[in-house]
């Protein structure tokens, strides 16, 4: 059985610490010298740090309506409601303004997090004690029940955006969690683990480029080249990650499976994933050039523990397209190494695909 899920902690981390670069903090130096039996406590850790932190700066506030009967005329009378409530009885009106409150989502998620970690059995006594001295810090904030759908109505902008570390972190931890409370099947929790892998290593390679290389990066969607300007349902195009250098650029595709190569059948040769190279091709060949660039394509897989693993240079009518697998079971620093070493393969048609 192929697996790609088996990440040391340790890289884990350092992965965090590329996709977030809020980890990079002061507070959270110490994190990387601990030791950690899984990942539930390395994500316990990063909460009972950066939680305080986020408290510490003040939690964020934001304009929210407000609706109640009142005897004191503010914001917009409601009619109807008024009506409804039979609020005149009281000589009170139904009213409703907007209010600067912490009562935002993102808090009420922190604050269900809190409840549900301070009463889960799955961490350490002293860690609970700890999420549950903070919750005082919340009680302007409404209980919601903590569920899944919560963090689809998330929405970042510039005065909240110190938010989304310890939110996606809260997520995480929660996922985790309810997985091993839940009866469901080992292969969900799989499912589940890598779903939440893809994640961050698209969100690290992304990270890496941008912090480690000079190259021009950016994550853009590719129109596609119709000759009517007609796209109604078409899929769109979103890249992963694109490195440009002068008249050269490179659209990655960041891939985390439980499989990178398959076999028609049992003994048979192992083939790459043809909906896999269509994608790629497809992003080359849409990508609308300037005179005299150069355009190539890169699938890069999480190495998993099958005999074989993508590691290979093809040119197709033209087009460069390296297919390559990520060790990131080995030291982080190795991991850098061939990070980089994939780039100058293509930049500089030196380095290796494979150790």
Same mark, same amino acid.
């Given at each position: ?26 507070? *959270? ?13 390395? *994500? ?10 986020? !408290? ?19 914001? %917009? ?7 409804? %409530? ?23 998620? !922190? ?15 002293? %860690? ?14 409404? #209980? ?23 939110? #996606?972190?809260?997520?995480?931890? /929660? ?46 969607? !590719?129109?596609?080249?119709? #000759? #009517? ?27 985390? /499976? ?42 890069? *897989? ?19 397209? !390296? ?24 930049? %500089? ?7």
């Amino acid at each position: 059985m192929e697996r790609n899920n088996n990440i040391p902690i340790r890289n884990i981390y350092y992965m965090l610490s590329y996709a977030y670069q809020t980890l990079n903090l002061a507070e *959270y130096k110490r994190i990387g010298t601990e030791k950690f039996e899984n990942v539930k406590e390395l *994500y316990a850790e990063i909460l009972s740090i950066g939680i305080p932190v986020l !408290i510490r700066g003040g939690l964020s506030k934001d304009y929210i309506s407000v609706e109640e009967t009142s005897n004191v005329i503010k914001g %917009k009378i409601d009619i109807n409601s008024t009506i409804k %409530k039979n609020a005149l009885v009281n000589k009170k009106i139904a009213v409703v303004y907007d209010e600067f409150s912490e009562n935002i989502l993102l808090n009420q998620i !922190i604050k269900a997090t809190l409840v549900y970690l301070s009463r889960s059995t799955k961490i350490a006594q002293k %860690k609970r004690r700890l999420f549950y001295g903070l919750l005082p810090y919340f009680t302007k904030v409404s #209980d919601v029940e903590l569920d899944l759908k919560l963090w689809k109505n998330v929405r970042y902008n510039r005065q909240n955006i110190r938010y989304q570390f310890i939110v #996606d972190v809260c997520r995480y931890l /929660y996922e985790q969690l309810l997985f091993d409370e839940s009866t469901a099947s080992q292969m969900m929790k799989k499912a589940q683990d890598e779903q939440r892998l893809s994640s961050l290593y698209e969100k690290f390679i992304y990270a890496f480029f941008k912090r480690e290389t000079k190259y021009k990066v950016s994550h853009p969607q !590719i129109k596609w080249m119709v #000759d #009517d300007e007609f796209t109604d349902a078409l899929p769109m195009m979103q890249t992963d990650l694109v490195l440009q250098n002068n008249k050269k650029t490179l659209i990655v595709d960041a891939k985390f /499976y439980s499989e990178n190569m398959v076999a028609r059948f049992e003994g048979g040769a192992a083939k790459h994933k043809s909906s896999n190279l269509y994608q790629i091709f497809t992003y080359i060949n849409n990508w609308k050039k300037e005179p005299d660039e150069m355009v190539a394509g890169m699938l890069l *897989y999480a190495k998993t523990t099958a005999l074989n693993q993508p590691n290979h240079t093809y040119h197709i009518k033209g087009n460069q397209i !390296i297919v390559a697998s990520l060790d990131l079971q080995q030291d982080f620093s190795s991991i850098k190494e061939d990070l980089l070493a994939y780039v100058n393969h293509w930049d %500089k048609g030196t380095g290796s695909l494979s150790r």
